[in-house]
Protein backbone atom coordinates (compact mmCIF):
# COMPACT_ATOMS: atom_id res chain seq x y z
CA UNK A 1 0.00 0.00 0.00
CA UNK A 2 1.44 3.51 -1.08
CA UNK A 3 2.09 6.51 1.60
CA UNK A 4 1.53 9.20 0.19
CA UNK A 5 3.66 12.47 1.19
CA UNK A 6 0.61 14.67 1.28
CA UNK A 7 -2.05 14.42 4.22
CA UNK A 8 -5.72 14.58 4.41
CA UNK A 9 -6.77 18.43 4.20
CA UNK A 10 -9.82 17.99 5.54
CA UNK A 11 -8.29 16.25 9.21
CA UNK A 12 -4.26 16.34 8.23
CA UNK A 13 -3.96 12.55 8.62
CA UNK A 14 -1.94 10.91 6.63
CA UNK A 15 -2.99 9.37 3.26
CA UNK A 16 -2.50 5.28 2.22
CA UNK A 17 -3.65 3.81 -0.40
CA UNK A 18 -3.21 2.64 -4.60
CA UNK A 19 -6.00 3.80 -6.14
CA UNK A 20 -7.80 5.20 -2.86
CA UNK A 21 -5.81 8.06 -0.63
CA UNK A 22 -7.39 7.11 2.62
CA UNK A 23 -6.69 8.54 6.40
CA UNK A 24 -7.65 7.13 9.12
CA UNK A 25 -10.55 8.92 9.57
CA UNK A 26 -12.19 7.94 6.68
CA UNK A 27 -11.59 11.10 4.34
CA UNK A 28 -11.33 9.49 0.30
CA UNK A 29 -9.32 10.64 -2.12
CA UNK A 30 -9.45 9.26 -6.23
CA UNK A 31 -5.92 8.68 -7.17
CA UNK A 32 -6.05 9.46 -10.66
CA UNK A 33 -5.09 7.18 -14.06
CA UNK A 34 -1.81 9.20 -13.92
CA UNK A 35 -1.03 8.82 -10.34
CA UNK A 36 -1.53 12.09 -8.84
CA UNK A 37 -4.43 13.15 -6.51
CA UNK A 38 -6.52 16.36 -6.50
CA UNK A 39 -6.93 17.45 -2.57
CA UNK A 40 -7.94 21.23 -3.57
CA UNK A 41 -10.70 22.46 -1.22
CA UNK A 42 -12.62 24.12 -3.07
CA UNK A 43 -16.40 25.23 -3.65
CA UNK A 44 -16.58 26.99 -6.68
CA UNK A 45 -17.85 24.58 -9.29
CA UNK A 46 -17.27 25.68 -12.96
CA UNK A 47 -14.56 28.21 -11.74
CA UNK A 48 -11.01 27.35 -14.16
CA UNK A 49 -8.11 27.37 -10.92
CA UNK A 50 -5.00 28.08 -12.68
CA UNK A 51 -3.57 27.23 -16.00
CA UNK A 52 -5.57 26.02 -18.38
CA UNK A 53 -4.59 22.82 -21.04
CA UNK A 54 -3.99 25.05 -23.99
CA UNK A 55 -1.43 27.46 -21.54
CA UNK A 56 -0.24 23.84 -20.26
CA UNK A 57 0.61 22.83 -23.47
CA UNK A 58 2.37 25.65 -24.53
CA UNK A 59 4.63 25.34 -21.89
CA UNK A 60 5.77 21.95 -22.28
CA UNK A 61 6.31 22.85 -26.19
CA UNK A 62 8.27 25.82 -25.41
CA UNK A 63 10.19 24.43 -21.95
CA UNK A 64 10.77 20.65 -23.32
CA UNK A 65 13.36 22.56 -26.39
CA UNK A 66 15.60 23.49 -23.79
CA UNK A 67 15.08 27.29 -23.80
CA UNK A 68 15.61 27.31 -20.06
CA UNK A 69 17.23 24.67 -19.46
CA UNK A 70 20.43 26.89 -18.15
CA UNK A 71 17.98 28.26 -15.26
CA UNK A 72 16.60 24.42 -14.35
CA UNK A 73 20.72 23.66 -14.13
CA UNK A 74 21.34 26.39 -12.03
CA UNK A 75 18.27 25.97 -9.66
CA UNK A 76 19.64 21.92 -9.60
CA UNK A 77 23.13 22.94 -8.89
CA UNK A 78 22.08 25.28 -5.71
CA UNK A 79 19.08 22.55 -4.59
CA UNK A 80 21.58 19.26 -4.42
CA UNK A 81 20.52 15.95 -3.31
CA UNK A 82 19.62 13.69 -0.73
CA UNK A 83 16.70 15.88 -0.06
CA UNK A 84 12.71 16.07 0.16
CA UNK A 85 11.67 18.90 -2.04
CA UNK A 86 8.11 20.46 -2.47
CA UNK A 87 8.27 21.94 -5.64
CA UNK A 88 5.21 24.38 -5.36
CA UNK A 89 3.47 25.59 -8.49
CA UNK A 90 5.16 22.71 -10.23
CA UNK A 91 3.48 23.29 -13.42
CA UNK A 92 3.29 20.76 -16.00
CA UNK A 93 6.90 19.25 -14.27
CA UNK A 94 9.61 20.74 -16.49
CA UNK A 95 11.61 21.40 -13.35
CA UNK A 96 10.48 18.79 -11.26
CA UNK A 97 11.63 16.18 -13.94
CA UNK A 98 15.57 17.54 -12.74
CA UNK A 99 15.11 18.34 -9.28
CA UNK A 100 13.60 15.08 -8.59
CA UNK A 101 17.09 13.45 -9.60
CA UNK A 102 18.46 12.48 -6.28
CA UNK A 103 15.42 13.78 -4.05
CA UNK A 104 12.54 13.10 -3.10
CA UNK A 105 10.22 15.00 -4.66
CA UNK A 106 6.30 16.34 -4.08
CA UNK A 107 4.67 18.58 -6.44
CA UNK A 108 1.17 20.78 -6.21
CA UNK A 109 -0.12 23.45 -8.60
CA UNK A 110 -3.78 24.55 -8.44
CA UNK A 111 -4.13 23.46 -12.12
CA UNK A 112 -5.26 20.17 -12.47
CA UNK A 113 -4.02 20.14 -16.17
CA UNK A 114 -0.75 21.11 -14.98
CA UNK A 115 -0.64 18.23 -12.65
CA UNK A 116 -1.69 15.43 -14.73
CA UNK A 117 0.77 17.05 -16.88
CA UNK A 118 3.77 16.49 -14.00
CA UNK A 119 2.24 12.82 -13.10
CA UNK A 120 2.90 11.72 -16.33
CA UNK A 121 6.17 13.17 -17.13
CA UNK A 122 7.32 11.81 -13.80
CA UNK A 123 5.24 8.98 -12.55
CA UNK A 124 8.28 8.29 -9.40
CA UNK A 125 6.98 11.40 -7.50
CA UNK A 126 3.70 12.32 -6.02
CA UNK A 127 1.75 15.21 -7.22
CA UNK A 128 -1.40 16.76 -6.01
CA UNK A 129 -3.90 19.58 -6.84
CA UNK A 130 -3.56 21.38 -4.00
CA UNK A 131 -3.39 25.53 -3.05
CA UNK A 132 -0.31 27.29 -2.01
CA UNK A 133 -2.84 28.64 0.61
CA UNK A 134 -3.29 25.02 2.25
CA UNK A 135 -0.44 23.10 1.39
CA UNK A 136 -1.55 19.47 1.99
CA UNK A 137 2.17 18.59 3.64
CA UNK A 138 2.37 17.83 7.67
CA UNK A 139 4.68 20.29 9.50
CA UNK A 140 7.75 20.74 9.34
CA UNK A 141 8.17 17.41 7.00
CA UNK A 142 10.42 18.97 3.68
CA UNK A 143 14.00 20.17 3.98
CA UNK A 144 13.23 22.46 0.86
CA UNK A 145 10.78 24.51 -1.37
CA UNK A 146 11.24 24.93 -4.40
CA UNK A 147 9.15 28.23 -5.90
CA UNK A 148 9.79 29.18 -9.29
CA UNK A 149 7.59 31.87 -10.65
CA UNK A 150 4.83 30.86 -8.55
CA UNK A 151 2.90 32.45 -6.03
CA UNK A 152 4.92 32.58 -2.18
CA UNK A 153 2.87 31.42 1.07
CA UNK A 154 3.01 31.46 4.90
CA UNK A 155 2.52 27.94 4.28
CA UNK A 156 6.40 27.50 3.39
CA UNK A 157 7.30 28.13 6.87
CA UNK A 158 5.20 25.51 8.31
CA UNK A 159 6.09 22.87 6.19
CA UNK A 160 10.05 23.52 6.17
CA UNK A 161 12.03 21.22 8.73
CA UNK A 162 14.32 23.41 11.18
CA UNK A 163 16.84 25.92 8.80
CA UNK A 164 14.75 24.39 5.99
CA UNK A 165 15.48 26.16 2.72
CA UNK A 166 13.11 28.01 0.16
CA UNK A 167 14.30 28.62 -2.89
CA UNK A 168 12.95 31.37 -5.69
CA UNK A 169 13.08 32.18 -9.36
CA UNK A 170 11.62 35.78 -10.41
CA UNK A 171 11.93 37.32 -13.09
CA UNK A 172 14.14 40.20 -13.58
CA UNK A 173 13.41 43.35 -14.82
CA UNK A 174 14.07 43.30 -18.44
CA UNK A 175 12.47 39.49 -19.11
CA UNK A 176 11.10 38.96 -21.90
CA UNK A 177 11.06 42.80 -22.64
CA UNK A 178 11.45 42.45 -26.43
CA UNK A 179 8.43 40.42 -26.08
CA UNK A 180 6.65 43.00 -24.56
CA UNK A 181 7.98 45.45 -27.32
CA UNK A 182 6.38 43.28 -30.08
CA UNK A 183 3.35 43.16 -28.26
CA UNK A 184 2.68 46.19 -26.32
CA UNK A 185 2.41 49.99 -27.56
CA UNK A 186 4.14 51.02 -23.98
CA UNK A 187 5.80 48.19 -22.46
CA UNK A 188 6.88 47.78 -19.25
CA UNK A 189 9.93 46.78 -17.39
CA UNK A 190 9.21 44.33 -13.92
CA UNK A 191 9.33 45.08 -10.69
CA UNK A 192 12.67 44.84 -8.94
CA UNK A 193 13.82 41.81 -7.62
CA UNK A 194 13.78 42.14 -3.38
CA UNK A 195 15.19 39.67 -1.04
CA UNK A 196 14.06 40.25 2.04
CA UNK A 197 11.29 38.02 3.10
CA UNK A 198 9.94 38.14 6.82
CA UNK A 199 10.80 34.67 8.60
CA UNK A 200 13.72 33.67 6.13
CA UNK A 201 17.64 34.47 6.74
CA UNK A 202 18.46 35.67 3.02
CA UNK A 203 21.92 33.16 2.13
CA UNK A 204 22.70 33.51 -1.73
CA UNK A 205 21.52 35.12 -4.69
CA UNK A 206 22.56 35.07 -8.31
CA UNK A 207 21.73 36.22 -11.71
CA UNK A 208 20.67 33.91 -14.99
CA UNK A 209 20.96 36.03 -17.97
CA UNK A 210 21.13 35.01 -21.74
CA UNK A 211 19.38 35.34 -25.23
CA UNK A 212 17.41 33.19 -27.15
CA UNK A 213 16.62 33.19 -30.97
CA UNK A 214 13.32 31.80 -31.44
CA UNK A 215 13.28 31.53 -35.24
CA UNK A 216 9.51 30.57 -36.14
CA UNK A 217 6.22 31.33 -34.89
CA UNK A 218 5.08 28.32 -32.77
CA UNK A 219 7.87 28.88 -30.24
CA UNK A 220 7.00 32.66 -30.11
CA UNK A 221 3.47 32.04 -29.76
CA UNK A 222 3.75 29.47 -27.03
CA UNK A 223 6.17 31.57 -24.86
CA UNK A 224 3.51 34.40 -25.02
CA UNK A 225 0.62 31.37 -24.01
CA UNK A 226 2.31 30.60 -21.23
CA UNK A 227 2.93 33.95 -19.31
CA UNK A 228 0.85 35.59 -17.27
CA UNK A 229 0.42 38.21 -20.09
CA UNK A 230 -1.85 36.17 -22.35
CA UNK A 231 -5.03 35.93 -20.90
CA UNK A 232 -4.78 39.94 -19.62
CA UNK A 233 -4.63 41.30 -23.48
CA UNK A 234 -6.80 41.83 -25.59
CA UNK A 235 -7.40 40.25 -28.77
CA UNK A 236 -5.74 42.70 -30.75
CA UNK A 237 -2.40 43.25 -29.32
CA UNK A 238 -2.30 39.22 -29.26
CA UNK A 239 -3.00 39.02 -33.28
CA UNK A 240 0.28 41.44 -33.37
CA UNK A 241 2.63 37.83 -33.12
CA UNK A 242 0.64 35.83 -35.61
CA UNK A 243 3.10 37.52 -38.26
CA UNK A 244 6.12 37.33 -36.34
CA UNK A 245 8.37 34.20 -37.57
CA UNK A 246 11.57 35.91 -35.53
CA UNK A 247 12.51 36.94 -32.24
CA UNK A 248 15.36 37.62 -30.41
CA UNK A 249 14.59 37.66 -26.37
CA UNK A 250 16.15 38.38 -23.51
CA UNK A 251 15.42 36.06 -20.61
CA UNK A 252 16.72 37.47 -17.19
CA UNK A 253 16.20 35.40 -14.12
CA UNK A 254 17.11 35.87 -10.32
CA UNK A 255 17.54 32.67 -8.36
CA UNK A 256 17.15 33.53 -4.43
CA UNK A 257 17.92 30.87 -1.95
CA UNK A 258 16.93 31.35 2.08
CA UNK A 259 16.94 29.27 4.98
CA UNK A 260 14.05 29.50 7.88
CA UNK A 261 14.58 31.35 10.82
CA UNK A 262 14.48 29.98 13.95
CA UNK A 263 11.84 32.86 14.81
CA UNK A 264 9.58 31.49 12.06
CA UNK A 265 8.85 28.27 14.00
Not at 97 to 102: N, P, Q, T
Not at 136 to 151: G, K, R, W
Not at 182 to 200: F, M, Q, R, S, W
Amino acid sequence: MKDWLFCCPVCKGQLKGDTVAKCQSGHCFDVARQGHINLLMSNAKGKRHGDDSAMVQARSRFLDKGYYAPLRDKVKEILGTGLTILDSGCGEGYYSSLLAEGNVLCGIDISKDAVKSAARRLPSSQFAVASVGEIPLPDNSVDCVVCIFAPESEEFKRVLKQKGRLITVEPMEKHLFELKQAVYDKPYLNPAVKTEKEGYVFKSGCEVKYTVTLDCNEDIEALFMMTPYYYKTGKTDQDKLKSLEKLEVGLEFFVAEYEKSPMAD
